[in-house]
């Protein structure tokens, strides 16, 4: 009988119950269930629906069981920098605010007003991204005071999550890393900066690191899913787990992490907090067994995904990007400007852009795409040059992991503008990440290299020339 593992992987625009077993040596996927997610407005304010999110998490768990496949352990993984705060009772406080919710504007300066931009990087060697948990606490602090004062725990999305699962409150550290509050040499809260902003270091949970056996679902989750098993932590923050699954153990191997987000980079043992590397806005987040991902974010697919919400005409990804391989539109625009964040419609932003900019406005629903394809492709050439810089590493591949992957014009693009071959694939690159951190855990593999081996076996990777 297989050992499955369950790997819940909850991006930002989607969400999927992945099971995982062995056969004979190669790791096989399946997936369970799969469910829509993304940001809504509630007043005003953009909002997760977290009730929903858990319904969802039941109910893929409830199908596992339908079809005889009991996991031994489950493990989520979700985009990061977003929290609960909980009070005494832990019970929600407030709003499930969102990161692209605008309640960070100005925020970067009242936290600099405390500690410069230059020192915070130096301590944290985080990317600066304005809706970074950093700043969204400031904007509680601004702004609804008194939630931050009864607060009894800051939950980030997974811990919340994991906690409803079997009860125990504590904080992954791949994800806590995204909030710009942990040192990167003691892998801690810096309680220095907490406490110099003004936020309650007593809400901050114990880190633990990923591969944490947490405990079993607790007794009401049990009977409601209908079978008993351990909650194992993956590298809950999902880039984390994406880069777990790079198939491949050469050094510095290059990854585009590429979903919601383009997430670009390398992984290092040691974090670069230079000030030469803050003004290439790098990051270091924290990875699995104290690794860094070196990368930066990038605006990625999110500007795809929001112009065909509002494109009259109703297209697959597939057939976008397609459509817009027969465009010859030149046009491009910087995609991490910030205006492409949260805008009220994307598809006006785009063509705003480059009406200003003095460049052809696209105008039909295939040039918009064509314009966001190859904006994004020459982003990624931009970062490229940026990263060899920075690591004096030179670069012989790109490996491009997750749903985007699949987009073929866009992989053709970034073969084309970055001069290097592109390796596409896998696809679910970030559940089978959740998965190889738990099968870890139960002994399937010894080590990482070991595990990135069995993916590189048991995954197709689809090869671009430039
Ligand atoms: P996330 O986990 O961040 O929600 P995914 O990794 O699921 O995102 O990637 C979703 C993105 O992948 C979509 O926004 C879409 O642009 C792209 N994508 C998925 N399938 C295809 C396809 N067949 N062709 C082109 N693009 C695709
Ligand atoms: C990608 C991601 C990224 C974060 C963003 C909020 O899904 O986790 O690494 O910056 O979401």
Redesign the pocket.
Known sequence: MARYYLAIDI??SSGRHILGHMEQEKMVIEEVHRFENGLTDKDGTLCWDFNHLFEEILAGMRKCKEQGKIPVSVGID?????FVLLDKNNQILGNTVG?RDHRTDGMDEEVYKIISEKVLYRRTGIQK?I?NTIYQLMAIKRQQPEDLKHACRMLLVPDFLHSLLCGVYATEYTEAT?TGLVSPETKDWDYELIKSLGYPGKIFQNIVKPGTDLGDLSDEIREQVGYPCKVVLPAT???GSAVLAVPSNDEGVLYI?S???S?MGVERDEADCSEKSRRHNFTN?GGYNYRFRYLK?IMGLWMIQSVMKEFEKKYSYAKICEAASHEDIKSLVDCNDNCFLSPQSMTKEVKEYCRKTGQQVPETDSQIACVIYNSLAVCYKDTVKELEESTNLKFSRIHVMGGGSNAEYLNELTAKYTGLPVYAGPSEATATGNLLAQMMQGKEFDSISEARNCVHKSFPIKIYQP
């Not at 979700?78 to 977003?82: I, L, Y």
Request: charged share 15%; proline share 0%; no cysteine.
């Open positions: 991006g930002a979700t985009w990061g920098v977003d990161y991204q809706y995204t923050h999902d880039t992490s979903g919601t987000w997430l987040e974010n």
